[in-house]
């Protein structure tokens, strides 16, 4: 059974960091590109950071660029996103999300956990 | 503002059809097959449903087609169930920094 399980969500203050975590299992996690992708509280989906399977290649939404960044144990099937400097509008579930494409990637995400949540307030 | 655009909310008496309209530009669906169509229910994770342009997962009914005109894709439910009440996102690929655009969702109502 495919599975991801995001923890390390919670409370932090305005300017504060956190570090987010994506457990995979059930498949062959070095195989894909990984996702994080945020919903603030009533809205819609926000793409926010994607990893190449070595790690080597990071991306990043303008939103979040030089606050997050995304990396990966492939020998502990483990996706992280460290965030800093953070803001109320950053506020959200984050999910962690696997990339379906093995030659295309960015076009579509089939496997997404359950999402941990990011509350950003002083 | 969204990159894509979806209506709000559509609606539907339960064994009717209906469409979900997504429109974007050519930087995203008018040029590339990577339109994708997720449903979420309130408090749960998305859900894939359809993935370049008309193409099914596993295990998702084939009540749910997708398909793609001009700078336009739509995701079709046909046979309406109570269900399938949720909200529903489309999402590509871009050309851009960005890389992955999402529409603002659409809220499904069955009648």
């Known amino acids: 059974q495919v599975h991801l399980v995001e923890s390390g969500g919670g409370l932090v203050k305005p300017g504060g960091s956190l570090r987010l975590s994506c457990a995979a299992s059930?498949?062959?996690?070095?195989?894909?590109?990984m996702t994080w992708i945020r919903q603030a509280p009533g809205k819609g989906l926000e793409w926010v950071s994607s990893?190449?399977?070595?790690?080597?290649?990071?991306y990043y939404a303008d939103s979040v660029k030089g606050r997050f960044t995304i990396s990966r144990d492939n020998a502990k099937n483990e996706l992280y996103l460290q965030m800093s400097s953070l803001r109320a509008e950053d506020t959200a579930v984050y999910y962690c999300?696997?990339?379906?494409?093995?030659?295309?990637?960015?076009?579509?995400?089939?496997?997404w956990g359950v999402g941990t949540t990011v509350a950003v307030s002083s | 503002q969204s990159a894509l655009t979806q209506p709000a909310s559509v609606s539907g008496s339960p064994g009717q059809s209906i469409t979900i309209s997504c429109t974007g530009t050519?930087?995203?669906?008018?040029?590339?097959?990577?339109v994708s169509w997720y449903q979420q229910h309130a408090g749960k994770a998305p859900k894939l449903m359809i993935y370049?342009?008309?193409n099914r997962p596993s295990g998702v009914s084939n009540r749910f087609s997708g398909s793609k005109s001009g700078n336009t894709a739509s995701l079709t439910i046909s046979g309406l169930q109570a269900e399938d009440e949720g909200h529903y996102y489309c999402?590509?690929?871009?050309?851009?920094?960005?890389?992955?655009?999402f529409g603002g969702g659409t809220k499904v109502t069955v009648l």
């Open positions: 999300a696997r990339d379906g494409g093995l030659i295309n990637y960015f076009y579509y995400m089939d496997v």
């Open positions: 059930g498949f062959s996690f070095i195989d894909y590109y």
């Open positions: 990893s190449s399977r070595s790690g080597s290649t990071s």
């Open positions: 050519s930087s995203d669906i008018g040029t590339y097959d990577s």
């Open positions: 370049e342009v008309t």
């Open positions: 999402s590509s690929y871009t050309a851009s920094s960005i890389l992955v655009v």
